[in-house]
């Protein structure tokens, strides 16, 4: 039996209302300050009331920041590394899960462990890396003074430069960011939950291990692979730093970077109007 509370449920509703209220207030704010002529939003504190030239602000920030190409590239982005994240996530967990392998322990402890480093500690060797991927065989081809012997083979001479950047490229926006130790650890839990009649019975049926997976374990993580399109979507969208450093062509950068660009500097007029005024 449930016991009715009405008096506790009109506090809690009320709570949960304020709470709203002081959360969604900044947004509102700055709703409101879109909708404003510069003069207004000069002004301190600045009006409550909203404006008319909500529709003005939002051109101008669109003509001036590029926003139609950005935001394309920043959902390119978003998507790629959510569908990517969520691939190697889910079958790295399925084989730590369900393989039987040497080593498996200290492969998901190596993966947990990167969770302790913070982006800034990789994010040079990355972009090392994303600026030549070729640059581990280049560096070996000079170590073994390969192109020394190609050219005492062919009698003149030679040199060869294995160079590929993925610098101004959407393969380089998304696949340095696709691994996740955080979403191979939530699968590998989730997978861990599966009782293990469900693989036995599948074996005794003959079914191959990419037949349970598909059949059983794949409709059984729907769940979590929503919360984590969600969840990841929104981690790629608003990446920054990343992007920031890759993207040197117009056509390539992000609606963060964007963002960035419209708001008011020291020497700039404070249009904060035009900054708040995008989509």
């Not at 090392?128 to 001479?157: K, R, Y």
């Not at 939950?193 to 005794?204: F, G, H, R």
């Amino acid at each position: 039996m449930v016991e009715k509370t009405p008096v506790l449920d009109t506090f809690t509703y009320v709570f949960l209302m304020v709470g709203i209220l002081i959360v969604g207030f900044p947004i509102i704010y700055s709703l409101i300050a879109a909708t404003l002529p510069l003069e207004d939003v000069s002004k301190v504190p600045i009006p409550l009331i909203p404006g008319d030239q909500f529709l003005v602000n939002m051109k101008e920030a669109w003509t001036r920041g590029n926003l139609g190409t950005q935001i394309m590239n920043s959902f390119i982005m978003a998507a790629g590394i959510t569908i990517g994240k969520i691939i190697v996530s889910i079958f790295g967990a399925f084989s730590i899960v369900y393989f039987d392998y040497r080593l498996r322990v200290v492969a998901f402890a190596s993966v947990f462990c990167t969770l302790m480093l913070p982006v800034e500690v990789r994010i040079m060797p990355t972009y090392e890396v994303a600026a030549n991927v070729l640059g581990p065989l280049q560096a070996l081809w000079d170590t073994l003074h390969l192109n020394g012997m190609v050219s005492w083979i062919v009698g003149h001479d030679f040199e060869m430069t294995l160079n590929w950047s993925l610098l101004d490229s959407y393969t380089g926006l998304i696949m340095p960011l696709i691994a996740s130790a955080t979403c191979t650890f939530l699968f590998r839990q989730f997978f861990l939950t599966v009782p293990e009649e469900l693989s036995e019975a599948a074996k005794m049926d003959g079914a191959s291990p990419m037949t349970f997976f598909r059949k059983i374990l794949f409709p059984l993580s729907k769940t979590n692979i929503a919360a984590l399109i969600v969840i990841e979507f929104v981690y790629g969208y608003n990446q920054y730093l990343w992007p920031l450093l890759i993207t040197t062509d117009p056509h390539m950068t992000t609606a963060v970077i964007g963002l960035q660009d419209l708001i008011p500097q020291a020497d700039d007029l404070p249009e904060w109007n035009v900054a708040l005024g995008l989509p």
